[in-house]
């Protein structure tokens, strides 16, 4: 019998969600427009890591960088129409996560 083939287009978005933080900066930038240090400082991630992140989110067209002209720059990063889109699909997840993912405080019995 033949095994059906995946989707290269669906492969793509999982491999892109599934890199560590990167469902969680879309996650939080579901709040509307924050400055590099408001993330950081919300999801407890390294500068370098944000900065990867955020720039790859921004070359797939999820995240926009607004250059805001006053002194000092302020610069704002937020989600794009294509960003915005993701919302259902990470709360159907924190939904899933709050019925099935036990966490560390969790007991380890059933």
């Given at each position: 019998?033949?095994?059906?083939t995946i989707c290269p287009k669906?492969?793509?978005?999982?491999?892109?969600?599934?890199?560590?933080?990167?469902?969680?900066?879309?996650?939080?930038?579901?709040?509307?427009?924050?400055?590099?240090?408001?993330?950081?400082s919300s999801i407890g991630i390294?500068?370098?890591?944000?900065?990867?992140?955020?720039?790859?989110?921004?070359?797939?067209?999820?995240?926009?960088?607004?250059?805001?002209?006053?002194?000092?720059?302020?610069?704002?990063?937020?989600?794009?129409?294509?960003?915005?889109?993701?919302?259902?699909?990470?709360?159907?997840?924190e939904n899933w996560s709050q019925?099935?993912?036990?966490?560390?405080?969790?007991?380890?019995?059933?």
């Amino acid at each position: 019998m033949k095994q059906p083939t995946i989707c290269p287009k669906f492969e793509k978005a999982i491999s892109l969600l599934s890199q560590r933080w990167t469902a969680l900066v879309i996650y939080q930038l579901l709040l509307g427009p924050q400055r590099f240090n408001e993330i950081l400082s919300s999801i407890g991630i390294s500068g370098k890591v944000l900065s990867d992140r955020l720039k790859e989110l921004e070359y797939h067209g999820l995240v926009k960088r607004e250059v805001i002209p006053e002194t000092p720059v302020i610069i704002e990063y937020s989600l794009t129409e294509k960003g915005q889109s993701m919302e259902p699909i990470l709360r159907t997840i924190e939904n899933w996560s709050q019925l099935w993912v036990k966490d560390e405080s969790d007991s380890t019995e059933n």
